[in-house]
């Protein structure tokens, strides 16, 4: 297991795959000759339903150059992870991971994640976190994972309940959940 992940550790070695994802790093889907046809799948996946609760950055991403500027300030900020559908290849979530200052032990993973409004309902969402927390425990020494869901988003809160996070605090709007790894 690596002694700790920064950020572009992760870019390198986070790849999963589960019953119906194949999640790899945004590098191995988007090349230069394919950016147009990834730009289209983000503007497939940010609806205004899968958006709503999301900052201002995030919403109204309706043309292939708002696209290219969203891909580009989520390459910036987090390790971006694109989930595939194994049998077809097309793109149905992305996954956002923020590790901690890899000098802070114990350390936490942070992240989100969006699933297609199209793919909602089927147990995607549920997979895709299962996985990364499945590649987590065999490939990292995280002590944890966690992330903040909207308290009126209770599909992502059954989610997260399904793979054994608990919510460790709360504000008016955002409930904070955790998942401790165990090994």
Request: glycine residues 8%; hydrophobic residues 40%.
């Amino acid at each position: 297991m690596a002694d700790s992940m920064d950020k572009s550790s992760l870019e390198q070695l986070c790849r999963f795959e589960t019953d119906r994802l194949l999640v790899r790093c945004w590098q191995a889907v988007y090349t230069e000759a394919a950016n147009k046809a990834f730009a289209a799948s983000v503007l497939e996946i940010l609806t205004p339903k899968v958006t709503k609760s999301l900052p201002d950055g995030w919403q109204q991403v309706d043309t292939i150059d708002k696209a290219k500027k969203w891909i580009g300030n989520r390459i910036e900020e987090s390790v971006f992870l694109v989930a595939q559908a194994n049998s077809t290849k097309k793109v149905v979530g992305f996954m956002f991971l923020y590790p901690d200052d890899a000098s802070i032990k114990p350390q936490t993973l942070r992240m989100g994640y969006l699933i297609s409004e199209n793919s909602w309902g089927i147990g995607l969402g549920s997979e895709l976190v299962g996985g990364l927390v499945d590649w987590c425990v065999q490939n990292t020494d995280f002590e944890s994972v966690s992330g903040g869901v909207e308290k009126e988003n209770l599909g992502s809160i059954r989610v997260l309940e399904k793979n054994g996070f608990i919510i460790t605090e709360s504000n008016e709007h955002t409930a904070f959940m955790e998942r401790h790894l165990q090994r």
